[in-house]
């Protein structure tokens, strides 16, 4: 033990490690001022606020406590390239005694998983993002008919954020099971609303638990989370009996097939899992953690950008101007849409600067990780914040994305505004992490640009303009995304 101590002082002198700041916990032991005014702030929806005052007052790295562990919060680029790459085996998402992460719900997959469990799923879903065409326009673009055909023509005031995240809904399930639940369409029995419900009821008590450790029995009676767990396998689990059944049989569609020439095969990711696992509980888990992020997320980062969008006619003008000019060359395809150079910039912004990223894991704006191996993170500590710091195995690293993107010293006093211009010229590279970085980068992140890109290219092709009816700025909703509070109430106008 006392040897222990010696290594790591010299450790921490070789290295010229200094402390990194201290919140002043009026609870130093166990920190629960904190962890109470954090609760507060987001039920109050000023949690992102309250997040970047912190930083303002203790630095770009300082520590604090949450329920007696200690946890090291940073915006600062070179530590969570440190912790997301450099020293990407030091972290992970595992605490480092427990045995089983996210209870139930969940089991072990890609975002509670590190080392082998962690690299098998990676691997599971890697073919089928890495493709280019991952997305198909012709069945994307019958679900944004059936948006559009919901956003009423004379005027009248609608909230769109709902129909962008049914229209997610539908594309994400197409996406992952090879059928779509087509809530969005007028014929449709699926009870959109009932399942969203119970699919948030699960994570946020999954959430719960993932806070509480090793108090998460307190929970254990809660049949309301424990119903909604089961109304989630069990969508989950028909989807992948159906395709068991349909393999068993060798009735699977070739999707090659129902393309045909000239058209983009649509990808469905249980049929790609399918060819590597045919185990139905091993499907299910690998299968849920995917859904977690596609069935929402990418609604929400098209709602956001609608937000700003409609109140700043200039701005939509803009962009409408760049996809009318570019739409007029050609159909779509994923060259037309990336060469929209404004949309990206409208893009980056809305997904980067003012949202908090993202989402998921496990609360938005929030990237973390567990340290498994004592490390020396370059810099946050002493007054300054200057000299490295040294990270105990068992410390929680909290990366909080939402802050390094509104960090005034690396993106100007204008941080907080929406201009999307400014990428004409920013080339930021750790400063900039709405997908994260590393190995456990977003995989989904092309397909979150074409398929975003593509629906707001079809609203300024279909309405001449938005207009805002919501005098409210944007206010944030945790649940486990971040979304806007108040939707996005506008008025769509065609000439
Ligand atoms: C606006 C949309 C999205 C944003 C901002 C986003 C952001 C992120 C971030 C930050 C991570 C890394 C978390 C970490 O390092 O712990 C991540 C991981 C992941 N995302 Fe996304 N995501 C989005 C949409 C999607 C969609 C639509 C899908 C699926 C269709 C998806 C699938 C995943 C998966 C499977 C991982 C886990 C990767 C791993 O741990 O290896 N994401 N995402």
């Known amino acids: 033990m006392i040897r222990d101590r010696q290594v790591l002082a010299d450790l921490k002198r070789r290295n010229g490690c200094e402390e990194p700041m201290n919140y002043p916990h009026k609870d130093p032991l166990l920190g629960l001022d904190l962890f109470f005014a954090m609760g507060k702030a987001m039920q109050s929806g000023q949690m992102l606020n309250l997040n970047k005052k912190l930083f303002e007052t203790y630095g770009r790295t300082f520590q604090f406590k949450s329920w007696g562990t200690n946890v090291i919060s940073t915006r600062e680029p ?14 992970g998402v595992e605490p480092v005694k427990q045995k089983e992460s996210g209870g139930s719900l969940m089991a072990k997959g890609i975002f ?33 008919k059936q ?42 029995s699926f009870r959109s609303s009932q399942f969203l419900e119970s699919f948030d009821t ?22 309301h989370w424990k119903n909604a767990v089961r109304q989630v396998h069990e969508f989950i689990d028909s989807h992948v009996e159906r ?15 129902v393309a045909g020439k000239g058209q983009s095969r649509r990808y469905i990711l249980l049929d790609e899992m399918a060819n590597e696992t045919q185990d139905p509980m091993d499907l299910r888990y690998q299968l849920l953690h995917v859904f977690f992020p596609a069935h929402d997320a990418t609604g929400i980062a098209v709602s956001d950008m609608l937000f700003h969008l409609a109140r700043d006619p200039n701005r939509w003008r803009k962009l409408q101007s760049e996809t009318l000019a570019v ?51 370059p810099l946050g500590g002493g007054v300054d914040g200057k000299a490295p710091i040294f990270v ?21 006093h204008d941080a907080d505004d929406f201009r999307p211009e400014r990428w004409e010229s920013a080339r930021p590279v750790w400063e900039y992490l709405p997908f994260s ?13 074409t398929e975003a890109a593509y629906i707001v290219a079809r609203m300024t092709q279909e309405f001449s303009t938005v207009e805002n009816v919501d005098p409210e700025p944007w206010t944030e909703r945790f649940r486990m995304t971040v979304e806007s509070r108040n939707g996005v109430k506008v008025r769509m106008i065609c000439d």
């Open 78 to 91: 070179r530590n969570i390239q440190t912790v997301l790459a450099l020293a990407f085996d030091n972290f």
């Open 112 to 144: 509670t998983a590190d080392g082998a469990i962690w690299a098998r799923s990676r691997a599971l879903i890697r073919p089928t993002f890495a493709r280019p065409q991952i997305s198909s326009f012709e069945s994307l673009e019958l679900h944004v």
């Open 147 to 188: 948006l559009l055909d919901c956003i009423p023509r004379d005027g009248t005031a609608i909230d769109l954020q709902p129909l962008f995240k049914r229209m997610f809904l539908d594309t994400s399930t197409e996406f992952l099971f090879g059928e779509s639940v087509n809530c969005l369409s007028p014929e449709t």
């Open 202 to 223: 699960s994570m946020h008590g999954l959430a719960a638990r993932m806070q509480l450790g090793k108090l998460a029995f307190i929970r254990g009676r809660d049949t």
């Open 243 to 257: 395709v068991l059944r349909q393999r068993k049989s060798h009735d699977t569609v070739d999707n090659n097939n």
């Open 327 to 377: 739409i007029s060359s050609g159909p779509y395809s994923f060259e037309l849409l990336k060469s929209m150079k404004y949309m990206r910039y409208v893009f980056n912004e809305r997904i980067g600067l003012k949202q908090p990223g993202l989402r998921l894991h496990p609360l938005a704006g929030m990237v973390r990780r567990v340290c498994h191996k004592d490390t020396v993170l």
């Open 392 to 412: 105990k195995r068992g410390t929680r690293v909290v990366m909080n994305i939402h802050a390094l993107h509104r960090d005034q010293d690396l993106w100007g």
């Open 437 to 449: 970085g590393g190995p456990r980068i977003c995989p989904a992140q092309q397909m979150v640009f």
